[in-house]
């Protein structure tokens, strides 16, 4: 009887604390289920019809049980946490209530908000809902406009209240109780547990096959469905955006001079020397052996001289040019880092949502560094910040760089950092190390360089230039100007510079704020070619989109072959008008012919006439044969990606 009259109380207070939980998942299951059926109401049942409704709900319940197994992680953490010393005191009733207020509004809240997003897209959270949360002031802008936003939050807050106090009888019940050990290792189990088992047994692919799209979107849950799209970085081309039969497709890009289809499983075909006397590029007197490609943070053309600015911000650069190979109309293919090396890696246009850089399965992928390293190069990326920003260090290294890092420099040589990198000097002087130490073997090398100083804070090392340290965006751009060229005549010192060919270009520029979405002239980057005994100085007028750039670089080496594993062209091969690639996370253009074809979610084309000289954008009716064309080259791109048909020979 004693052990008996032990152990009820220990199952009592369990049961106390299941009953706590148990309201929790309540709550949340009958929100989550009261959102589903609004949602489908609201669609309408020509959409949605009294036959899908079984579906979507019983799937809605598997999807909400394996986001309640996410959700519910805090709680157990949290009972467990606590010994029984401190359960009955007054404060923990109180911050149970709390906790339960709180939870119960942010549900309602979550609710108010897949409703809001579902006016708007006709589908749960999404890599829409993640992008969101980078343009944050023009979201709350827009819904502050629209909604009455304090009126909305306030009803939030007072639901939440209503049903705490409704429930505060079996929640008072649930406060104050005793666990025994064995409880509490229950609960830290099942923390670890449960998130595990909903990894494992649940997706959010699941969520298709129906065929009915609405019925599938209601069967999800916002939370799993948004974090899906976080984890994965990815917003599905072939369910948001205009879409032709692939073969239609193919078609359009072979005419294009793009050759996808066979991907040949054969590395390019180095031209020796000896066969090729003289290099077939009219820009060059001789093929090098070895190349550097330095990407610059931020760097708008309008900021060098040679581009028209006045301001004596780069007179390095503006040298390098004068003496280099200038081109003159480059477009950045997007807005953010990881598109510049995107593009200048992997040559591909920029598919929706994250870059490629940024995703799941992206290893082995036919970069440049891929293809060159199997042919014997010593190939590197060395970036001046963290490389687990934006996943670079994880991209390159997957992809056969050798990757180095602020982490890998000798401290005595890091003399001047922020939080954002270290100064480019410091970068460069490293760099110039890292290829006294390649140029000693008997290989060919191709470094891949990534500079930070242009970027907030915007400080630098002082008696560098004239513009004192924070010296703002002018500063930024003057400072890494002094860097580069610097780093450029110390490297005029060391064996290997008559046989290295620098190339130097932007990731994205400094800003792409505009009067329309894509304005054009935000995406003019610089693009120089410098290599004194190889490269002839003059002047690329052809425009040239920033992925032109791997194709051109495998030509310049004396490469040949490498036709079918870019989607860009080399710039002395191309034909026919020229076309450029700008995007952000969800709108693809494509610009040709002084017009800009919009691709955009819901399957939305719009077209914009470009004046030639302001590069002004005007709405025009869209152009049949440019939105095949940018639907062939995005879909293509978008769907070699999935179906892993990006890989390097061997793959």
């Known amino acids: 009887m004693q052990g008996s009259s032990r152990r009820f109380p220990a199952q009592l207070a369990e049961r106390g604390l299941l009953l706590f939980i148990a309201l929790l998942v309540l709550v949340a299951l009958g929100i989550f289920t009261t959102t589903r059926i609004v949602l489908a109401l609201y669609t309408g049942m020509d959409s949605v019809p009294l036959s899908g409704w079984p579906r979507f709900l019983v799937m809605g319940l598997w999807f909400d049980a394996a986001a309640l197994c996410y959700l519910l992680v805090p709680f157990l953490l949290y009972e467990a946490a606590f010994g029984n010393r401190w359960r009955p005191a007054g404060w923990q009733r109180w911050v149970r209530y709390g906790v339960f207020w709180f939870v119960t509004a942010a549900l309602l809240f979550n609710a108010l908000a897949e409703l809001l997003f579902w006016i708007e897209f006709e589908t749960r959270f999404n890599f829409i809902a993640v992008d969101y949360l980078v343009y944050t002031r023009e979201v709350i802008g827009n819904i502050s406009e629209s909604y009455p936003v304090v009126l909305l ?23 104050g109780v005793r666990l025994a050990r064995g409880a509490r290792r229950h609960m830290l189990l099942a923390a670890i547990l449960l998130p595990l088992t909903s990894g494992l047994f649940v997706n959010v692919d699941q969520m298709y096959g129906h065929g009915n799209n609405y019925v599938e979107e209601l069967s999800g849950n916002g939370l799993f469905t948004f974090a899906s799209a976080f984890r994965r970085n990815e917003l599905d081309y072939e369910r948001w955006y205009a879409t032709i039969p692939q073969e239609r497709a193919d078609s359009i890009l072979r005419g294009l001079g793009v050759e996808r289809e066979p991907l040949s499983k054969v590395l390019p075909k180095m031209k020796h020397r000896d066969e090729y006397p003289e290099p077939a590029l009219p820009f060059l007197y001789r093929y090098p052996r070895h190349l550097v490609l330095i990407t610059v943070e931020s760097l708008s053309a309008e900021y060098l001289g040679v581009y028209g600015s006045t301001q004596g911000l780069t007179p390095r650069l503006d040298d390098l040019a004068r003496h280099g190979l200038q081109f003159d109309r480059v477009l950045a293919t997007g807005t953010r880092t990881v598109r510049g090396l995107e593009a200048l890696s992997l040559g591909t246009p920029p598919v929706p949502g994250q870059a490629i850089v940024r995703r799941p399965s992206n290893e082995h992928l036919a970069t440049v560094g891929e293809m060159l390293e ?24 997957a992809n056969d760089y050798i990757t180095f890092d602020r982490t890998d420099f000798p401290k005595e040589s890091v003399t001047f950092e922020n939080v954002w990198g270290v100064a480019d ?36 090392p002082d008696g560098r ?50 009067k329309t979405e894509l304005p054009v002239a935000k995406y003019h980057i610089p693009l120089i070619l410098y290599g004194p005994k190889i490269v002839k100085p003059g002047h690329f007028s052809r425009m040239v989109s920033q992925l032109d750039v791997p194709p051109t670089l495998f030509d310049i080496l004396g490469l040949e072959g490498d036709d079918e ?29 002084d017009i800009l074809t919009v691709l955009k979610p819901k399957r939305k084309i719009e077209s914009f006439k470009i004046d030639p000289k302001t590069l002004e954008a005007t709405p025009m009716p869209v152009n049949e044969t440019l939105r095949d064309e940018a639907i062939a080259y995005y879909q293509t791109a978008s769907s070699a990606f999935k179906y892993h048909k990006l890989m390097a020979p061997g793959y």
Request: proline share 4%.
């Open 153 to 175: 939050l306030l009803a939030v807050a007072v639901l939440a209240a209503l049903l705490t106090w409704v429930l505060r009888g079996p929640l008072a019940r649930a406060f």
């Open 425 to 460: 000097e410091v970068l460069f002087n490293n760099a110039l190390a890292l290829l006294d130490k390649a140029g000693k073997s008997d290989k060919r090398f191709f470094m891949h360089i990534m500079t930070t100083s242009n970027h907030r804070p915007y400080t630098y």
């Open 465 to 514: 230039i004239d513009i004192p340290s924070p010296g703002g965006r002018e500063g930024g751009v003057k400072y890494t100007d002094f860097a580069i060229g610097q780093f450029i005549e110390q490297a005029r010192r060391h064996p290997w510079f008559d046989d290295t060919v620098f190339v130097i270009i932007a990731d994205h520029c400094a800003s792409v704020s505009g």
């Open 565 to 593: 594993y870019f989607f860009g062209t080399a710039v002395h091969e191309q034909g026919g008008e020229p076309r450029a690639f700008i995007s952000n996370y969800q709108s693809l253009g494509y610009y040709k012919n």
């Open 374 to 397: 199997h042919m014997g190069f010593a190939t590197s990326f060395v970036y001046g910040g963290y490389g687990y920003f934006d996943n670079m260090n994880a991209y390159f290294a």
